[in-house]
């Protein structure tokens, strides 16, 4: 597989760029990318945001520039985006600036230590030759390929052409039928437990809707109250019945760590006698033990999986590895939908 991995690591690139590097965002995602410079040596020169965002912002020290005075002031420059993106408007937005000026979008992981380098993918060649067999279609293995090359190059031409509608998924792969039984696992503000009631119009027999964040649960009992058939979990999904410590952060980044907030976790295996028909995964990182949790239910009646898999660096050959010591009978699709930066990279097997 590796002679299809063409680029080099994002960072040890701009070790060596002479032209000013400035950052394109503020916030937790600037900080994380902040971080990672310092620890390459790498300097930046300036911040800067779309015109209209600009409003005399101050960001380490430094005031935020207006695109339109970053290119004033510097001309030619590099420019590393910091935050995440998936409405359409930004995304054009975004690549027209790619195609002015350099422009990465860096890949820092939300769980585990490291980076996704090309050395990363040189040190798991094997794990990632297997998955790359292990894939069931040509879009599969493509995106697969191309997002392997996005995360160690940072670059928008191999990200854009992957991306896949999530309702293609529903239709052609996941085939939600009538009576589906779903565990849906870091069910959010129930955006998509939305989505599977639109994909069965609303023929659905039960959505266990797992959500350990209190603000966030209290979304999804409220976007879900009307729908008879969703009952809402405040609990975590692990490898066992037990209590976690709880991180809680803005929007879906909360995740189990090793102090916060105590809270309730449980396997998928003690859901009770119920036949799951669909697990879906979202849980920021702990997804490797969630599906431990749940090694009878995939053993025994071989669920539909939807799993992201962005959250630790691994997850492009953990997850699917893991799936298929429990069943070796699993076809496994991989998909990128609209996010900058790859967010939204799943797996789904059937």
Same mark, same amino acid.
């Given at each position: 597989?590796?002679?299809?991995?063409?680029?080099?690591?994002?960072?040890?690139?701009?070790?060596?760029?002479?032209?000013?590097?400035?950052?394109?965002?503020?916030?937790?995602?600037?900080?994380?990318?902040?971080?990672?410079?310092?620890?390459?040596?790498?300097?930046?020169?300036?911040?800067?945001?779309?015109?209209?965002?600009?409003?005399?912002?101050?960001?380490?020290?430094?005031?935020?520039?207006?695109?339109?005075?970053?290119?004033?002031?510097?001309?030619?420059?590099?420019?590393?985006?910091?935050?995440?993106?998936?409405?359409?408007?930004?995304?054009?937005?975004?690549?027209?600036?790619?195609?002015?000026?350099?422009?990465?979008?860096?890949?820092?992981?939300?769980?585990?230590?490291?980076?996704?380098?090309?050395?990363?993918?040189?040190?798991?060649?094997?794990?990632?030759?297997?998955?790359?067999?292990?894939?069931?279609?040509?879009?599969?293995?493509?995106?697969?390929?191309?997002?392997?090359?996005? %995360? =160690? #190059?940072?670059?928008?031409?191999?990200?854009?052409? /992957?991306?896949?509608?999530?309702?293609?998924?529903? $239709? *052609?792969?996941?085939?939600?039928?009538?009576?589906?039984?779903?565990?849906?696992?870091?069910?959010?503000?129930?955006?998509?437990?939305?989505?599977?009631?639109?994909?069965?119009?609303?023929?659905?027999?039960?959505?266990?809707?797992?959500?350990?964040?209190?603000?966030?649960?209290?979304?999804?009992?409220?976007?879900?109250?009307?729908?008879?058939?969703?009952?809402?979990?405040?609990?975590?999904?692990?490898?066992?019945?037990?209590?976690?410590?709880?991180?809680?952060?803005?929007?879906?980044?909360?995740?189990?760590?090793?102090?916060?907030?105590?809270?309730?976790?449980?396997?998928?295996?003690?859901?009770?006698?119920? %036949? =799951? #028909?669909?697990?879906?995964?979202?849980?920021?990182? /702990?997804?490797?033990?969630?599906?431990?949790?749940? $090694? *009878?239910?995939?053993?025994?009646?071989?669920?539909?999986?939807?799993?992201?898999?962005?959250?630790?660096?691994?997850?492009?050959?953990?997850?699917?590895?893991?799936?298929?010591?429990?069943?070796?009978?699993?076809?496994?699709?991989?998909?990128?939908?609209?996010?900058?930066?790859?967010?939204?990279?799943?797996?789904?097997?059937?």
């Amino acid at each position: 597989m590796l002679e299809y991995i063409s680029e080099e690591t994002v960072w040890l690139k701009l070790q060596k760029e002479s032209r000013p590097i400035l950052l394109y965002g503020m916030g937790n995602g600037a900080d994380m990318i902040i971080e990672r410079l310092n620890e390459f040596g790498i300097e930046y020169s300036d911040v800067y945001a779309s015109d209209e965002f600009v409003r005399g912002h101050f960001f380490h020290g430094k005031k935020v520039l207006k695109y339109s005075e970053a290119e004033e002031k510097y001309g030619d420059f590099v420019s590393l985006m910091t935050f995440a993106v998936k409405d359409d408007a930004t995304i054009d937005r975004v690549w027209q600036m790619s195609r002015k000026h350099p422009f990465y979008s860096l890949t820092v992981p939300v769980a585990g230590e490291g980076l996704f380098t090309r050395e990363f993918v040189e040190a798991n060649e094997e794990k990632f030759d297997k998955v790359y067999s292990m894939l069931a279609d040509d879009k599969s293995r493509e995106t697969f390929i191309n997002l392997i090359n996005f %995360k =160690i #190059s940072g670059k928008l031409n191999y990200l854009l052409p /992957s991306f896949s509608e999530k309702y293609e998924v529903y $239709e *052609n792969i996941l085939r939600l039928e009538r009576d589906e039984i779903i565990a849906d696992l870091g069910a959010y503000n129930g955006d998509t437990v939305e989505e599977f009631v639109n994909a069965t119009r609303g023929k659905i027999r039960k959505i266990f809707a797992l959500e350990p964040d209190r603000k966030n649960f209290a979304k999804l009992v409220r976007n879900t109250e009307k729908l008879t058939f969703v009952e809402p979990m405040n609990v975590a999904a692990y490898k066992e019945n037990t209590s976690l410590f709880f991180k809680k952060s803005a929007g879906r980044q909360s995740k189990i760590a090793d102090e916060g907030e105590k809270i309730e976790a449980i396997a998928i295996d003690s859901l009770g006698d119920e %036949k =799951i #028909s669909l697990i879906k995964m979202d849980i920021e990182g /702990s997804e490797l033990d969630a599906i431990k949790g749940a $090694e *009878n239910t995939i053993r025994t009646h071989k669920p539909k999986l939807y799993i992201c898999a962005y959250h630790r660096n691994e997850d492009m050959f953990s997850i699917p590895l893991a799936i298929n010591e429990i069943r070796s009978d699993y076809k496994f699709y991989f998909r990128q939908h609209k996010y900058i930066p790859a967010w939204e990279s799943n797996f789904y097997a059937v």
